[in-house]
């Protein structure tokens, strides 16, 4: 399995990027995608995340209503739309799938397979 992520850079504060992962090396359909971010100095801390098989869609109350997650079967790609960008959201950016489990796919735990991660700098 191989998880490749990109699309990140430098961008000023209030600017947007999107992130891309494009999955490959099995069928995703049971499996839950997720984005998490790591800042030097913390944890990784969990994103949010989108069951590969249908609509339902997973989001930290720090990005809740400035990140959008979203999927394309047909390439096999999830996208992280990030809007209005603040400096607190510098980070690498890793994208990850797991098996389907119950509850909230929030903990790093929950996920399989890594991206190597995609460096997000937002400038104030």
């Known amino acids: 399995v191989q998880l490749q992520a990109s699309g990140g850079g430098l961008v000023q504060a209030g600017g947007s990027l999107r992130l891309s992962c494009a999955a490959s090396?099995?069928?995703?359909?049971?499996?839950?995608m997720g984005w998490f971010r790591q800042a030097p100095g913390k944890e990784r801390e969990f994103v949010t995340a989108?069951?590969?098989?249908?609509?339902?869609?997973y989001y930290a109350d720090s990005v809740k209503g400035r990140f959008t997650i979203s999927r394309d079967n047909a390439k096999n790609t999830v996208y992280l739309q990030m809007n209005n960008l603040e400096p607190e959201d510098t980070a690498v950016y890793y994208c990850?799938?797991?098996?389907?489990?119950?509850?909230?796919?929030?903990?790093?735990?929950?996920?399989?397979?890594w991206g190597q991660g995609t460096l997000v700098t937002v400038s104030s």
């Open positions: 990850a799938a797991g098996t389907l489990r119950i509850g909230v796919p929030s903990s790093p735990y929950d996920y399989d397979y």
């Open positions: 989108i069951l590969w098989s249908g609509s339902r869609t």
């Open positions: 090396g099995r069928t995703f359909m049971n499996y839950v």
